[in-house]
């Protein structure tokens, strides 16, 4: 990465937050900035979940930021996450996405290192004897705890795994917060959970539309025509926006109704269709669970680098992993519980139909993230407009507001001192 | 390695000829006529490779009736926004085994996909894992799975592959 | 879907042949074979998708004659110039239907170029739409039409499709 | 787009403009002052002909520089131009790259506007009513009016358009001037058009050099073995070359000779073939058409977007779109007259094979400019010399100068400020 | 220019069939049964394009016997180590010649690689030039050379083609 | 190239050349500095065999850092290099890899140079006659020798050519230096060579990283598991480290052994595979030439573009061509001698299968080395550690070391300013 090293100049709009310039979504410098402040500094980032690690060795490959870590299980149960990055030359030694191991082993020469990241040995340190001669081998003052790999930070929030570059981060239940807290409680209560697998999206806009998208309970009702058709999201829905003491983190709260008409938010919207059916609406089976407790839908904001989806029946952890200005890749991991029964796994992906790069109404999302960073780049000096249910920050009890927004982008401007 | 094909040449390009057809039918957007090529209970499935390696249930979508590909289609023309693209299937290494009165077929298949305005990409790459019956002298998939390699999707994956 | 084929297997392979061919004449760059492949009045188009479907008459290239095409051959190997590329065409979905003395004949292509010191690069892809004849015992096309979805043309198209 | 604002330092030889520093062609910094100096101030771009949006909501997409703009014939007949990004977070909403609407609506969150550009509604403006309560909507200082898209100038050429970003360009005659709109309206003299099609190339170049490839009257003749063995162009032709007051317009004006060998011309031109002959030469099926008035070619430049092309009975316009320092897209849209008989059509499509990416004596344009970019990415300190018939500007009588090519950067110069 | 075919159908379908098997079992990664598609002293090379035009001995690998295929197969899964990645052979344009009690067979392939978190690529494209022969009711490659346009290597090549 | 122009900040650790910044392989205006004072200055890069154009007009093309050039064989039998880039416009003129020629002539406006690179003609120099007017031609001061080709200097090491774009740069032969110089002439030392073909590849990682690797004694016996396992290199060999007296240039010169077990250098080597025999051993099929005097393998490095192998009968020139911070072509030409009979010219081609993109013994550098530019990439400001051997310079009598590595960066710094 060749970091570009300047100064930032930024005016920003009276409006400040209402109004977010086209250049935080344009600029290497910021990026970088970003890079450094909210991906490495700070900040607890998502890295997986405990069941796709359940035994000693297994490890699996992530991203925080740019920077690409191993996740694993050590011998004691406890999980490390190290930086895949051999210390001696920087060789990305870990080739596997998923696997099975004692020490790592770097291709290159051979260095090793244990589970804990700690460099456990290296060829010929001693030199090598040739006769009586012993030749090469490592300065006497060299020491291997000198040359560990770099070691992050580890909590697991019931089975959620979250990891920082950054020591002196706050402990990750004040990080979150008991606002949105809750919200991570009610779904991670320690129950077990069951891996369903996997979706990737490589998508070209700036990683913090993402964020926006699920800070925004503006959308669904009208982007997402079988949202507001089948009454899973809409306008006048019994809704809560709950946002942290910083502002940073969010919870979307909804509780779906029964969808048709209702000339209040369905009238105009040309994304309703009234009289859509389904030939097989399997797909919309849902089963009320008892640990809801209400809502329906409740979508999880933990800033910056996880959302976590409850959709009615469908559960998900969506992972933001920036890789440039203008584009971030988007894991989905698809979860259920140890006890769901074969009827409730069925249920769930079916149910997955709704999400993903191909779902009815998320495959939506990513098309307008992609369509925002074109507008922006066409022009570099504008700014957008979030003034919907005013231009304050904080939580709301509906959902015809963009003041999670605004709010993400006042604790922005506090760390990134934009 | 190769012992005598086992199943009739007429049958064998019939099949190849159904392929032709429905690369036809998704490469010119007749997204109506899609369906058409299912059984009425038929499994449609798109699945990345690693869930399927590694054994894990989800797939990107996974259909279990022609009535849902006909919402599907439905979703494609009528709900879910997009811009649009051109697909263009090329489809070769037909494997084809009898399989009680069906056919297991196997093939490798490439999609490009190109936008307005831009250049043609490798959208993508995979194999077919399919079963095909005949049904009042017509082939039809009763199951059909694509099993794609390319696991980075480039954003959405809007339209059948 | 798919009735039984009613062009003998003999004519379906032959045709399949006649392809192999030549893409490989043209892959191997025996430009002075090329319009062996057509009959003397056949007419050969290289159209784009957008023209093609909303019934704009403008082509790419467009040759009316064997003759012209042996001109296009000249034109490419002795007045045109351009840095050399390989082409590598890759040609499925044959869909082959009788059409009098004729064959109507479509299939889906993909072009890769690969220019000196260069990457492979998806140069084009589409589709041909062929009428093909017989004459004394040998096939050639009367008829081709290259519709490319690759509107967007990588800088410039000299050799032909 | 990640504006640099650097300065530039640029030293120029003595000659100025006979010699031009390879840096015009691959400094990013002078390319986005372009964008700015030369394609969003001051300049009137081509964006398209009225006969491809004929009825009341007709639309196309196209671009002015790296904006993407929407062309659109509203209810009176009138067309308006509109910039393809939405006024709330900035979605380039418009997919299609040709249309037919009413509105234009976001699909975002259904922002609407009308074929002004005029934003006319927006859903949940005045909030939702639950019970009593209302929630959410704009701020009661919410004006819509604040909110259009951004709408440009337009003018029409008797059916070619032209817009501008900058309200307060001169107008397009008088930016035009006479010299070159005599020729622009000898063609364009109100006569109906029909459209016949487009091509389309991506030329790995900078955009400038296409301008200055349709100003250099010295390389058809010997890049171009069709024109001068057919005689459609040589170098003893009778030519003009015209240009406007500023130096930033021109038209090669030529009359076509007998071709053939004539030492002057041909003698050591390796690119000459005496005894070459088409084996069927309907594509040179040239019929001299009465409003020709004398030149079979005339070559329009219009400064900095737009080629009009004359050649015999083809017809052509061709639009620069910068996209980067080193690479442009370059459209071509065929023509006709309304009055063209079906043997002139036929006539002018045969002709077509002349020309576009493909075309015997185009193709070769868009190969020579892109190793013209290559011999300047090969090293970034030097000038190409461009002395041909002096190092002096203005017209000429003959096309035997690169008089226009030096002219364009007199002007550039100036408006550049480099 | 295409006289009828003179290489029965199904010996032709065969041969299809051989080539579909071949690129299954290397897109499916499963190397030790790669060299069972050779004779004992088959050979194998993988040639740059502009060493084979011009005349010049150099194979990227130019293997002389069954038993050194497996050597390979032991190298790419033991010895050499590599970032994993798939590959997906897509191949038309079969050309088959009958060669004494052999099959001369020529076809364009096209392979894509896709490696993990990435986007698919072309990674090699070029054409095969084949002898193969029948022993005790099956086929083998007697010889394979695949002559690849992509002349720049996207840095190593690790897998077979 | 958008040149930077801008400061370089670096701060070396204390251990200076034994720890380098991972920004010598990420920085843009690092890069820029390189080409100019590495590859464009001061420095003789390597751009062929003699036996590639053994005959008059013969040329090949290939690339000095980021420039084209052409080198071609003229009349008199000389060899001249001349970048391939026109005088007039800047075209890059020559389009075939190889050729045969008499003159050179650009395409756009035929101006034609000489094989030493002189322009000598060019159309309508003198204007062209119509009628009694005379119209255009160039301006009477205009001066073919001033619009040569760029020339290079040249010289050819008993057949292995060297050129430079620096004509104050110091013989050859000194440059090189009696070091290295001596293993040059061992290899080349007047006999004819003969061409065997060429394997081309782009290694995503920065362009020092491969000369770092074949700088680099440590890493065969352990990435190459075929090495060690068949003995064709082992830490407890007998080695010799040559550098010249700028630390630029280095030889690694070996002399093979047995092979199989040796608890010194295979304990604890998970690479090596005790029991790995080969199915057919062909490819290890080593006859000792008589010219070897003792070694079994040299590797030579010449800073910066060239390596020449001889791994027991397999004989290669590796030419690296950077393309970016993060990318270098790397053209591998393998030779013969004119008196090899068809056996060893056989077992040359059989030996080559360990070599090359696919090479059993080098395939994997190739990998390790884009590994190590994703590890720099992943964080910008940190630095290897190379301390094998101590942390000075200069050469060893084993190769337990990395002290070439460190050699290199002590002149790169000088040379460099940095
Ligand atoms: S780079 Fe990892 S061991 Fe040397
Ligand atoms: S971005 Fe267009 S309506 Fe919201
Ligand atoms: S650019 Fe070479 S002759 Fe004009
Ligand atoms: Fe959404
Ligand atoms: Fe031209
Ligand atoms: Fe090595």
């Known amino acids: 990465m060749d970091l570009l090293r300047r100064d930032i100049e930024l005016d920003w709009h009276p409006d400040a937050c209402a109004r977010v310039p086209y250049a935080l ?31 000693f060795g297994d490890f699996k490959r992530t991203s925080i930021g740019e920077r690409d870590v191993i ?20 060789v990305q030694f870990c080739q596997k996405s998923f696997g099975q191991t004692k020490t790592f082993v770097c291709p290159y020469h051979q260095w090793s290192y244990d589970l804990r990241g700690n460099l456990i040995g290296l060829p010929f340190r001693k030199g090598v004897k040739q006769g009586e001669k012993v030749n090469g081998g490592m300065p006497p003052d060299f020491d291997l705890a000198d040359h560990s790999l770099t070691t992050l930070a580890v909590e697991s929030w019931n089975g959620v795994i ?57 959308h669904p009702g009208l982007l997402h025509t079988w949202f507001v058709t089948f009454g899973l999201w809409r306008a006048d829905q019994q809704s809560q926006m709950v946002v942290d003491a910083r502002g940073r983190h969010a919870a979307m709260v909804s509780r779906k109704n029964d969808g048709g008409k209702s ?49 009615v029946n469908s559960l998900s952890t969506r992972q933001i992993i920036p890789t440039g200005t203008d584009t971030f890749d988007f894991v989905w991991t698809h979860f259920g519980f140890k006890d769901d029964d074969a009827e409730m796994t069925r249920r769930r ?44 920050m904080g939580g709301a009890d509906h959902n015809v507001t963009e003041t999670l927004i605004r709010s993400m982008y006042g604790y922005y401007r506090e760390v990134m001192e934009l | 390695m190769i012992a005598a094909p086992v199943v009739s040449v007429a049958d064998r390009l019939r099949i190849e000829d159904l392929y032709a057809e429905y690369s036809a039918c998704l490469d010119e957007g007749r997204y109506d006529a899609w369906p058409e090529f299912f059984t009425i209970d038929c499994s449609y499935r798109i699945v990345a490779r690693e869930n399927y390696d590694r054994g894990l249930p989800l797939a990107l979508l996974s259909f279990e009736s022609r009535g849902m590909l006909i919402d599907r289609v439905y979703g494609i023309t009528q709900t879910l926004f997009h811009e649009p693209y051109y697909q263009r299937h090329i489809v070769s290494g037909f494997i084809v085994k009898p399989d009680g009165n069906a056919f297991a077929v ?54 059948p592959i």
Chains 1, 4, 6 share one sequence.
């Open chain 1, 162 to 218: 979250f990891a920082s570059f950054d020591r002196d981060v706050a402990p990750l239940r004040s990080f979150v917060g008991p606002e949105v807290g809750n919200y991570m409680d009610r779904i991670f209560d320690g129950r077990e959970l069951t891996l369903l697998g996997y979706s990737r999206q490589r998508i070209p806009g700036n990683w913090k539309l993402m964020q926006e998208n699920i800070k925004d309970p503006y």
């Open chain 1, 263 to 311: 000339d209040a938010v369905t009238a105009g919207v040309t994304s309703f269709k009234e009289n859509m059916v389904l030939q097989d609406d399997r797909v919309l089976d849902v089963v009320i669970e008892p640990w809801w407790n209400g809502p329906t839908v409740t979508m999880l904001t933990l800033f910056p680098s996880l959302i976590v989806q409850q959709q």
């Open chain 2, 106 to 159: 196997r093939a490798n298949y490439l999609v490009v996909r190109t936008k307005a305005a831009a250049l043609p990409e490798v959208y993508s790459v995979g194999r077919y894992v399919d079963r095909i019956v005949e049904h009042d002298g017509s082939l039809r998939f009763a199951e059909k799975i694509c099993i794609f390699d390319s696991e980075l999707i480039a954003n959405s994956m809007i339209y």
């Open chain 1, 349 to 392: 992906l079916r149910q997955a139909n709704l999400f993903g790069p191909a779902g009815y109404v998320s495959a939506d999302d990513g098309e307008v993230i992609e369509l925002s960073q074109r507008g922006f780049d066409q022009h570099g000096d504008l700014a957008t407009v979030c003034e919907l249910d005013g231009r304050g």
């Open chain 1, 71 to 90: 996740v694993v299980r050590d011998k004691s149960g406890a999980i490390n996450v190290v930086e895949n990055r051999c210390a001696h030359r920087g």
């Open chain 1, 25 to 55: 979504y344009t600029d290497r410098a910021i990026y970088e900035r970003e890079l450094d402040r909210l991906f490495y500094r700070g900040h607890w980032c998502y890295v997986g979940l405990e069941c796709e690690i359940p035994n």
